[in-house]
C-alpha cells in the first residue's frame, strides 16, 4: 500500500502544473531513496514527469548532477522516505486534462471518511479550488444542468444518467459538441444519450468520430479520443493548421480557430471562471473586458524542453543499459503516457526552433551515452547590438533580427545552468537559462504597458508612493514600474530570483533606492516594509496553485491601497479574488459564525474588483494570463475616484 501511494505521489508531482508552460520535470539518474522499493516510481516519473510543467528543467547532459531546488520535488522526496501516508496523499488531488482522469483515489487507498476530512482540514482548506479537474467538474455540471432544464427534466435524470447504457470502451461513435470546457476541451453528446463526452481537438458545433477511453459512473461523463471530423462546424477550417503533429501533441487545442475567435473563447474562460470560483454575487464582478492578443500567434514561445524516455528496464534499479537506437524526441501524446517524436514545433520562436535541430542532430549520435529519459532545455536569449559595432558580433547558430537602433541575435541556450538574457522594450533581464520568466517576449511589451498604466488609481485621494512586488522572482514588474514610485520593493522567497533580480536592476540603472529586493520567508514577507499602507499598491504574481491562506492573511493585515493581481490560472485567481473582495482567508484559526474554511480577517480590510481581463500569452492554446485590478474599501473613501464600494461595483 505504501509503494501504491509513493507512486500516486509521484504521479501527482508529475502533474501538478499546467501542460502550457510546456516546461518539463527532470529525470534525475542518481537519486538515492532511503524507503525500499521506492525507485519504482522512476517507471512512473519517466513515463509521465514530462506532459506538465516544472520550474527546473534539466538539459540532458551525461555526468551533469541535475537541479534538486525544486520545492515540489523536494516535497516528493520526503515523502518517498519517512514521511506519513497521510502526508503522501496531500498531494493526491490535481488531475490535469492532459492527463487521463484517474480512478477514486478514496476507494483505492481505503481512507475513511473521517481521515479525508481530517486530510483537507491540515491543508488550506478552500485553497484547493481550481484546479484543472475541477474546471472540467464544473462545466460539466453546467452543461448536464442546461441540458436538463432545456428537457423539462429534473434532478431524477442524474439518476438514469449513471444506469444508463453506455458504449463498449473501444468502440467508435459519433458525438456533437455543444460546449467547450476551460480546459481547452471539448463537451459532447451521443445521440439518444445524455451521456457527456470528453473530446479534445474539437469546437462547438462539429460532429466528430470519437473511440471511447473510459466512462466515469461517478463523475458522469466519458473520456473519449479524438479521431476525425464528420462534419465541421462553421467556426473550423482545418486549412488554418500549421502543425503537422496536431491533434496527436497535447501542446495546442484551437489551431483549426481564427484567432479572433480563440480570443473570444479566452474572454468567456475568464469570464466562467469569475463566475464559478470566486464565489462572489454578479454584482461585485464587473465585466470582463476585451482579450488582448499576442502580436504573435506562431513562433512566439522563447523556451521549449522536449524530452526522451529511458530505454527499456532503465526504470530498474542499476540499470546501466544504454539506447540501442535514437529514441523519440517530443512531447506528450494528447491523452496517452508515450512521447509523441517531434521534429519541429511552429510555435517556438525561430531560434529556439533552430535549437531544437541542433539537439535533434547532437542525440542522433550521441544517445548511446545515456542510460535514462532526460529533458532537453531549449530556451532563447538575445544578444543586442548597435548598428556600429556590428563587426564580428554575429554568434554562431544565430537568428539575425534588424530594428531600426540596433541588431538582435538570437541563440539558444540548452544549459540550465547557464544565463540567458531578454529585452522587454528598452529593459534587459538576465536569468538562469531553466528558471522561470514567461515564455512569450512578443506580448510582453504590451503586458508591461497595461500593467503600468493601470498600476495607480485615477484620481486618489491619497497618492500612491510605493509599490511591492510580491512573488517578485528576478524583477521583471518591480523594475518596469519602478519610475512610478518613490519606492520599490520586490519580495520573493527564492535567494536565487533575488540575486538575478538585484542583477537586473543594476543593469538598468536602478539603484537599491529605487529597486530594492529581499528575499523573505513564506510566513514574513511583509515584515521588511515599513511602506505606508494607505500609499502602497501590491502586485501579485503566484505561481498556478494561486496563493496560500498564510499569504492572503497577510496581505489583509498589510491592508494595501490598491492590488494588481497576474496571474497564469484565472481559476485560481478568481478563488484568491473572491477571498480578498469578502475580506477572508482560509486558515487553521476558525473565528465563530465564519464560514467553514475561513477566519475573519481582523482589520475588517477587503477590497472591490475594479478591473478583469485577459491576455493571450499562448496562441493556438486554451490558456490565458488575468489581470484583475483591486482597490481597498473603505468606509470613507466611495466617491473619492480612488476606490468603492461593493455595492457600487456593477456588473
Known sequence: ?????????????????????LQRIPILPQVQFSTPNTHIIYATL??????????????????????????????????????????????????????????????KSGLGKKRQQKKFKKRDRDMKNGTSDDVLATDIRHLRASLSESDGGDEGDEVSVAHESLPQQGSEIIV???????????????????????????????????????????????????????????TRDDSRVRCGYFAKCSGCQFQMLDYAEQLRIKKRIVDKAFRNFSNL?????????????????????????????????????????????????????????????????PIGTDAVRLGMKNERERMSTEFT???????????????????????????????????????????????????????????????????????????????????????LPTNPSTPIRYLIDAYSGSGLFTITLSSLFQGSTGIDIADKSIEFARTNAAANHLPPSQANFIAADAGQLFKSVTYNPDETVVVLDPPRKGCD?????????????RVVYVSCNVHTQARDVGMLVRGETGGAELAEGAGAGTRVNEKGT?????????????????????????????????????TAAPEAVTR
Request: charge should be neutral; hydrophobic fraction near 35%; include cysteine.
Open 1 to 21: 500500500m505504501r509503494l501504491k501511494l509513493l507512486t500516486a505521489a509521484a504521479r501527482a508531482w508529475t502533474t501538478s502544473s499546467h501542460l502550457t508552460n
Open 549 to 561: 491562506a498564510d499569504f492572503l492573511a497577510q496581505l489583509l493585515r498589510f491592508a494595501p491601497r
Open 281 to 345: 454575487p454578479p454584482e461585485l464582478i464587473p465585466a470582463i473586458q476585451d482579450t488582448i492578443g499576442s502580436p504573435l500567434q506562431y513562433g512566439y514561445r522563447t523556451k521549449l524542453t522536449p524530452h526522451f524516455d529511458g530505454p527499456p528496464g532503465s526504470a530498474r534499479r542499476n540499470n546501466k543499459t544504454p539506447f540501442a537506437a535514437c529514441p523519440d524526441i517530443g512531447f506528450m501524446f494528447k491523452g496517452k503516457r508515450a512521447t509523441l517524436d517531434i521534429e519541429d514545433c
Open 46 to 107: 519517466t513515463r509521465q514527469a514530462h506532459s506538465h510543467t516544472s520550474h527546473v528543467p534539466t538539459r540532458a547532459s551525461k555526468g551533469r548532477q541535475p537541479y534538486l531546488n525544486s520545492p515540489s520535488f523536494n516535497h516528493f522526496l520526503a515523502m518517498a522516505s519517512d514521511a506519513a501516508t497521510t502526508e503522501l496523499m496531500a498531494d493526491v488531488e490535481s488531475n490535469p486534462h492532459g492527463k487521463r482522469p484517474a480512478q477514486n483515489q478514496n476507494q
Open 606 to 642: 477587503r477590497y472591490a474588483v475594479e478591473s478583469l481581463r485577459g491576455f493571450d500569452f499562448f496562441p493556438q492554446t486554451g490558456h490565458v494570463e488575468g489581470v484583475a485590478v483591486l482597490n481597498r474599501v473603505d468606509a470613507d473613501s466611495v466617491g473619492n475616484g480612488d
Open 369 to 455: 551515452k545515456y542510460t535514462r529519459g532526460a529533458t532537453i532545455l531549449l530556451r532563447e536569449s538575445t544578444k543586442r547590438v548597435s548598428k556600429d559595432a556590428l563587426e564580428d558580433a554575429e554568434p554562431p547558430s544565430s537568428v539575425k533580427i534588424e530594428t531600426d537602433m540596433h541588431v538582435d541575435f538570437k541563440t539558444c541556450v540548452t544549459d540550465n545552468n547557464a544565463t540567458s538574457t531578454e529585452y522587454v522594450g528598452d529593459y534587459v533581464f538576465h536569468n538562469p537559462a531553466g528558471s522561470f520568466f514567461q515564455n512569450n517576449n512578443s506580448i510582453l511589451p504590451v503586458f508591461t504597458d497595461y500593467i503600468r498604466e493601470h498600476i
Open 176 to 234: 456533437k459538441v455543444l460546449e467547450l470546457s476551460s480546459t481547452g476541451d471539448a463537451l459532447a453528446v451521443h445521440e439518444g444519450s445524455k451521456q457527456i463526452y470528453v473530446v479534445p481537438f474539437a469546437v462547438p458545433g462539429d460532429v466528430v468520430k470519437i473511440k471511447v477511453y473510459r466512462h466515469l459512473r461517478e463523475e458522469q461523463y466519458t473520456v473519449a479520443d479524438f479521431i476525425e471530423v464528420v462534419e465541421p462546424a462553421p
